[in-house]
């Protein structure tokens, strides 16, 4: 994984395999606390589910994290100083912000529990104002250029 610096956000990482990207996951979930979202896009095999996998393991989840594509939500517990919910979101098969307001998407955003939303731009207006957006590109077989926008706590 290398790190490409820019004059100003975002910033931008090299990834050249799904480890590098899950290890670019567990890097990023250190900066993270409570109340934390992370709006995740990028197209279909992008990696992710590899990104929350790294993610989860840095937040301390002795869960397997899976992509919650057919249950939506999945509920994990992080070991931070103190634990807290983790919550892996795919909204790919929400119809917008109607169908994440009615499984309790806003309560999951401000319960002081740390989101990460796959197709986060189907829920885009939902989303709070500091939430950190992580963009895939693919850029290769294996290759990818993963892009951090936000304020870090």
Same mark, same amino acid.
């Given at each position: 994984?290398t790190?490409?610096?820019r004059?100003?956000?975002?910033?931008?990482?090299?990834?050249?395999?799904?480890?590098?990207?899950?290890?670019?996951?567990?890097?990023?979930?250190?900066?993270?606390?409570?109340?934390?979202?992370?709006?995740?896009?990028?197209?279909?095999?992008?990696?992710?589910?590899?990104?929350?996998?790294?993610?989860? &393991?840095?937040?301390? %989840? /002795?869960? $397997?994290? @899976?992509?919650?594509?057919?249950? #939506?939500?999945?509920?994990?517990?992080?070991?931070?100083?103190?634990?807290?919910?983790?919550?892996?979101?795919?909204?790919?098969?929400?119809?917008?912000?109607?169908?994440?307001?009615?499984l309790?998407?806003?309560?999951?955003?401000?319960?002081?529990?740390?989101?990460?939303?796959?197709?986060?731009?189907?829920?885009?207006?939902?989303?709070?104002? &500091?939430?950190?957006? %992580? /963009?895939? $590109?693919? @850029?290769?077989?294996?290759?990818? #250029?993963?892009?951090?926008?936000?304020?870090?706590?």
């Amino acid at each position: 994984m290398t790190w490409i610096p820019r004059e100003a956000s975002p910033i931008e990482f090299s990834s050249a395999s799904p480890e590098e990207t899950e290890a670019l996951g567990e890097r990023l979930a250190l900066k993270l606390g409570p109340g934390s979202v992370l709006a995740l896009r990028g197209p279909l095999g992008a990696g992710k589910t590899c990104f929350a996998k790294g993610l989860a &393991r840095g937040l301390g %989840v /002795e869960e $397997e994290v @899976t992509s919650p594509t057919y249950t #939506i939500v999945s509920e994990y517990e992080a070991q931070l100083k103190d634990p807290l919910p983790f919550y892996h979101i795919d909204a790919y098969r929400l119809n917008g912000e109607d169908d994440f307001e009615a499984l309790g998407g806003r309560e999951l955003l401000y319960g002081g529990g740390i989101c990460l939303i796959e197709w986060s731009e189907r829920i885009e207006t939902a989303l709070p104002p &500091r939430t950190i957006r %992580v /963009e895939i $590109e693919i @850029t290769g077989g294996n290759s990818r #250029i993963i892009r951090v926008l936000g304020e870090l706590p």
